[in-house]
């Protein structure tokens, strides 16, 4: 089930604590275009195909990303990209936008999209795994 553009950035904004929609757009924007460089194939459309359209079109469009970034490396770069940001307020965007993210996908394609990623991206999606 595709979640509508309002619904998705509802919960950005709610779980971000954000004062405007447009924050938490900037901040779904910068997260989804870094998150799309790291995941690839049938993963990366069935997560597209759950997002806006809008989102959508950001993830499968990515930046480019030389390699895999570490989850500390992913905060950095999103700090790099929100004007103003701190590596703590980006912490803040990476969560807000990588926990609605997990809900939209749901637990089966969460764990196919952690496989593609570097150990330690569960705490940013806020869903720590056992180890």
Do not use: C
Not at 24 to 36: F, H, K, M, T, Y
Not at 79 to 105: C, F, R
Request: charge should be negative; avoid cysteine.
């Amino acid at each position: 089930m595709t979640l509508r553009r309002e619904a998705f950035l509802d919960h950005v904004k709610e779980r971000g604590r954000y004062g405007t929609e447009e924050e938490a757009e900037r901040a779904a924007r910068v997260v989804l275009a870094l998150l799309g460089a790291h995941l690839v194939g049938e993963v990366r459309a069935r997560l597209a195909a759950r997002l806006p359209e809008e989102f959508a079109l950001i993830l499968l469009n990515p930046l480019q990303s030389a390699e895999p970034l570490s989850p500390e490396r992913f905060v950095r770069a999103t700090a790099a990209w929100i004007e103003g940001a701190t590596e703590q307020t980006a912490t803040w965007d990476v969560s807000a936008v990588l926990s609605t993210v997990a809900d939209t996908a749901g637990d089966d394609l969460l764990k196919e999209i952690l496989l593609q990623l570097p150990a330690d991206y569960d705490l940013l999606f806020g869903r720590p795994q056992p180890t």
